[in-house]
Every structure is written in structure tokens, then in C-alpha cells.
């Protein structure tokens, strides 16, 4: 009569001992997310409207790290890309111009730095950041438009940058390096396998596609071609 209270008693007990651990579960998961949420830096709004802000890709460990002006976003190429990264103190960040979207320029907001108006691709401006803090930057023309950067420095934390893609940044590179090096003449062979088509070989070609289509004039071309051959060649003066 005993062992049915008694089984009673250890149900409960499980159940709260299952409650308390989901319970703790759930704690630990608030405070996880809530300090992931933290490492995100407070940008005072500045980024408020920006199409292509996802966050702060981490580039921590690097001492040089790319930044695409011209990069699709805000209604055209009217974006920094990516808007906001972290940085180790000492880095050097190059802004690297795509050549879209007309001109761009990149303008701290604090002053601390300048580039000028630069509108081809493959045009560059970097700086060093020596000192901890955030740097907002802008485009000074397309602004209005949502053209916003940052740079923090120091800390740690962020997007991964590894899944970051540059498809206008590596498509303006292979650009160049295919034309460059070899000049222009080679860049004009690159097109085909490499080796030019003389004015005799495209004759030949021509005719045999003509002599597919009609019978005779194959015909004809083939003793032409056996004559040319059998006649000997002529004696030097």
C-alpha cells in the first residue's frame, strides 16, 4: 500500500528537477544572447536606414583590410561594403573605388580623414588607425542617399568576415591583371586561343564554308588548290 505514495513522490521529483534544468538552460541562453547582442557597438543611429548595415564583420588579427566604395546598396552603388567592421589598433584600412555609381569620396566624420573624389575603378585611399574608438565615415555626394561607413577599433567580437564576398572588387581585379603586364595586343588575343588569324587562313576557311554548300565549287576549289601545288616553283634571278 506504501509503493504507490512513494512512486508519487519520485515523479515530482523528476519533474522538478527537469524544470529547474530547463529553466537553467533557458537562463544561460538569455545571457549567452545578450552578450552577443552587447558586443555589438552603439552607433548612436548613425546607420539608421542603411540598406546594406547587417552588423560588424570581425577583422581582428589582420594587418590590412579592404573596403569596396561603390558597392550595391540604398537604391543603386551608393553603398561602403562592408558599412562597419572592427579592426585591431595599428590596422590599415584601404577603401578600394568599383567604379560604380558615379563619384565617391571618404570623409570621417570627425575630421580625422579625406579622400578625394574619385570615380574609376581600382582607385585607392587608405589609413592607419593608431588609437581605439569608433570612426564613422561618409560619402560626401550620395550621404543623403545612405552612403555611411564605420571603422571600429579595438574590442573584439562581430560578424565573421570570411563570408564576406567582394564580386565587383575580384571582377575589377582580374580586369586588370588580365590587360596589364602583357599590354594590349595580347589582351585583344586573350579573347581567342591565343594565336592571330591570318588574312590567308580566313580565305580558306571562307571558301570551304561556301564549297560545303555547293558541291561544284568544291570541286573547283580542290583543283585549284592540286594545281598550285603541282606547278613548280619559280627559278630565282
Given amino acids: 500500500m506504501s509503493e504507490q505514495p512513494k512512486r508519487s513522490t519520485d515523479r515530482r521529483a523528476f519533474l522538478r528537477r527537469t524544470a529547474i534544468g530547463l529553466g537553467a538552460a533557458a537562463t544561460s541562453g538569455l545571457a549567452s544572447g545578450t552578450a552577443t547582442a552587447q558586443s555589438e ?3 548612436g543611429g548613425w546607420f539608421d536606414g542603411v540598406s546594406n548595415y547587417e552588423g560588424t564583420y570581425d577583422y581582428t588579427g589582420q594587418s590590412e583590410v579592404t573596403v569596396a566604395v561603390g558597392s550595391e546598396a540604398n537604391g543603386g552603388y551608393y553603398g561602403f561594403g562592408p558599412a562597419a567592421i572592427r579592426v585591431d589598433p595599428g590596422t ?3 577603401w578600394e573605388w568599383t567604379g560604380e555609381g558615379n563619384s565617391h569620396n571618404v ?4 575630421g580625422s580623414f579625406e579622400s578625394e573624389l574619385y570615380s574609376a575603378p581600382g582607385e585607392t585611399f587608405e589609413h592607419t588607425f593608431e588609437s581605439e574608438g569608433t570612426y564613422t565615415y561618409y560619402c560626401a555626394p550620395h550621404q543623403s542617399l545612405g552612403m555611411l561607413g564605420a571603422v ?6 562581430g560578424l565573421d568576415s570570411s563570408q564576406v564576398e567582394q564580386p565587383l572588387l575580384e571582377a575589377s581585379g582580374g ?7 602583357s599590354g594590349g595586343e595580347s589582351g585583344g588575343g586573350s579573347e581567342g586561343s591565343g ?3 591570318s588574312f590567308e587562313n580566313a580565305t580558306f576557311v571562307t571558301i570551304l564554308a561556301l564549297g560545303l554548300l555547293s558541291p561544284v565549287f568544291f570541286g573547283v576549289f ?3 588548290k592540286q594545281t598550285d601545288s603541282a606547278e613548280p616553283p619559280a627559278k630565282a634571278e
Fill in 41 to 43: 557597438p552603439d552607433y
Fill in 92 to 94: 590599415t584600412v584601404v
Fill in 107 to 110: 570623409v570621417a566624420e570627425d
Fill in 152 to 157: 571600429v577599433v579595438g574590442g573584439s567580437g
Fill in 175 to 181: 580586369g586588370d591583371s588580365g590587360g596589364g603586364g
Fill in 195 to 197: 594565336t592571330p588569324i
Fill in 222 to 224: 580542290l583543283l585549284l
